[in-house]
């Protein structure tokens, strides 16, 4: 799903109204949030979704949703496999691919145990790939139920089926994304967007087709910019102070997340309860006076390089 040019692909949040419904109209407000920025396509029901405390129904209702917000502007990908037999993670894939996703990703922590062999693994992924026809699949490295990561040479082989064309890439180490994104030429349409924006310019530089990074659910348009001038020879003293602001601030979006980042969009205007099903502990003045700060340096930072902020 590589985009014909470096682009970032949100992790998308799922609002929720204070009585823990999913808040549809606020939805399609950050669908379009994200559009206004630049975003280059969306991914819905992922981990930043809270995908694993939504049911069937609602993962379908809002990958439909943001689908139809969307409408065909950007691809649109999502999240098919959620654990249990093989021949069940591929009719949910094929549920998914029903709502009009562009791509189905597929969990690499849900398709193996922790203890087992890469080759049980292998074999699950090919199965998988049988069992759902000509779908267009994805992988994410997710964290959770645990971050197994593929190597360069898994890659190869299944890019190199032609049904490969998303990696989510959580390694945090730019030597193996490098190998990863050599290892993907194989087929044009595949693209690696990196989750670490520790090395951001350098993963973009190595080829990377963009970002896929929770930090542009507090600044969307920062990460867009980046990736259009990463290359900017002219911009390399703001690009720099991008990258380093992202590497500064790593910490504090991760605290608590995703209730900081619906936080910050509501201090950027956006009517979105700070509620959320998982369980990310209590939000505290402290840190409601860290988030504070962030915004407040984000916006000196915005300044500095004259970004138009949406």
């Known amino acids: 799903m590589i985009t014909s040019q470096k682009g970032f692909i949100p992790v998308m949040l799922t609002p929720f109204k204070n009585n823990g419904t999913i808040d549809y109209d ?43 917000v969307a409408e065909g502007v950007v691809p ?11 021949s069940k993670q591929a009719e949910f894939i094929k549920q998914v691919h029903d709502t009009g996703a562009d791509a189905v990703i ?21 199965e998988l ?16 139920p645990y971050k197994r990561l593929l190597t360069p040479a898994q890659l190869s082989d299944f890019v190199a089926t032609g049904r490969i064309v998303y990696q989510k890439d959580t390694c945090l180490d730019i030597d193996q994304v490098k190998q990863k994104v050599a290892a993907g030429k194989i087929n044009p349409q595949f693209g690696l ?8 310019v350098e993963s973009l530089r190595a080829g990377a087709a963009g970002l896929s990074c929770i930090q542009g659910n507090f600044f969307p348009e920062l990460v867009v910019w980046l990736c259009n001038n990463f290359a900017d020879e002219s911009l390399e003293s703001e690009v720099s102070m991008v990258q380093q602001f ?32 998982r369980n990310v502990g209590v939000f505290t003045p402290s840190i409601r006076r860290a988030i504070d700060d962030l915004y407040n340096n984000y916006n000196s930072l915005a300044n500095r390089i004259e970004l138009k902020v949406c």
């Open 26 to 68: 606020a939805l399609t407000k950050l669908t379009e949030f994200y559009l206004e920025a630049g975003a280059a396509g969306l991914f819905a029901n992922c981990l930043s979704s809270e995908m694993y405390e939504l049911e069937p129904d609602e993962r379908l209702k809002s990958i439909k949703h943001v689908i139809d």
């Open 76 to 86: 649109v990908v999502a999240t098919g496999t959620f654990g249990g037999p093989i």
């Open 106 to 126: 597929m969990i690499t922590g849900l398709l193996a145990e922790k203890e087992e062999r890469d080759e049980i693994f292998k074999q699950r992924v090919y």
């Open 129 to 144: 790939l049988s069992l759902t026809e000509d779908i267009p699949l994805g992988f994410y490295e997710c964290p959770e």
């Open 193 to 200: 967007y990196d989750a670490y924006m520790g090395h951001a």
């Open 246 to 277: 992202f590497t500064d601030h790593m910490d504090v979006m991760h605290h608590m997340y995703p209730i900081i980042a619906k936080y910050m969009l509501s201090k950027r205007g956006m009517d979105i309860s700070i509620f959320t099903r």
